[in-house]
């Protein structure tokens, strides 16, 4: 007969025997498949032959929107960006004091140097490998005179998210080690990467590719992208674009640059 006193131990090694059930946590898990990649953003191609032009003698421009004496209904900007201008100034030419008022007012240098005087009392001499910033706030006059060389730029437009802010000036340097083969953020919100801070919801992104690069860039829901291919070649999304071409999302999704020769270009991301 099991006496009592020998009934505790015993089943204490019955249920040792047995083991312990698994706990949620000990069994296998498999692990999570990475999430889908968003499907290929539309894009629809602005030919760079198809932008306005205007020749002043000192200085050639092709306008993407619609500017000064050039109209076209189709395209008075995309978003909050309302001007997106590729000028070439001639040696000594340039821009004499002139006014701006509520914009943020973004120059790119792709070659050559650019005089800058404004009202602030700030001024200098851009070079390809830096970003320009001016908010134009309040108000502001500024001029722009190339120097000894030709001077090819874009100059970039964008509405502010608030109107009647303070003017200020900007002009930092670019890393241009980054631009190779990556999309590099040069100009966002206060808070946001890149070089200069511009008061509105948008985000400008530079990159250079060549053979074998490949870069990808989200567009969300609720926001856009415009590409400019400043030079160079370059497929995005399975269309090609030329030197001077612009692209543009018709609703998100993911864009996809690759097969590239030499290609320079800007991406804007815009709410």
């Known amino acids: 007969m099991l006496r009592r006193r020998d009934f505790l131990p015993l089943a204490a090694a019955g249920l040792a025997a047995c083991g312990t059930p698994a706990s949620p946590t000990s069994r296998r898990r498999r692990p999570a498949a990475p999430a889908p990649a968003p499907e290929l953003a539309p894009v629809a191609i602005r030919p760079s032959d198809e932008r306005g032009y205007a020749d002043h003698g000192w ?34 030419q340039g821009f004499p004091l002139h006014p701006h008022r509520d914009m943020e007012i973004v120059t790119y240098l792709l070659e050559g140097a650019l005089e800058h005087r404004d009202t602030l009392g700030s001024g200098g001499v851009i070079r390809p490998g830096r970003a320009q910033r001016m908010s134009a706030g309040s108000g502001i006059r500024h001029s722009e005179f190339a120097k000894s060389e030709l001077t090819h730029l874009l100059q970039i437009w964008i509405r502010p998210s608030e109107r009647g802010i303070r003017p200020s000036y900007e002009d930092q340097p670019l890393p241009r080690a980054d631009m190779r083969g990556q999309l590099l953020p040069i100009a966002g919100p206060p808070g946001s990467p890149g070089a200069v801070t511009i ?14 690069h490949r870069v990808e860039h989200v567009v969300a829901p609720g926001r856009g992208a415009w590409v400019q291919l400043a030079r160079g070649r370059v497929r995005l999304n399975g269309q090609r674009l030329l030197a001077g071409d612009g692209a543009f999302t018709t609703a998100p999704g993911r864009l996809a640059f690759d097969e590239a020769d030499e290609a320079e270009l800007l991406l804007f991301d815009l709410a």
Request: no cysteine; charged share 30%.
């Open 199 to 212: 008061h509105t919801d948008a985000r400008i992104h530079v990159a250079r590719l060549g053979p074998g």
């Open 59 to 92: 200085l050639q421009a092709r306008h993407s929107f619609s500017f000064a004496r050039y109209r076209d209904p189709r395209f008075m900007g995309y978003r909050g960006l309302r001007v997106l201008n590729e000028d070439r100034i001639a040696p000594e």
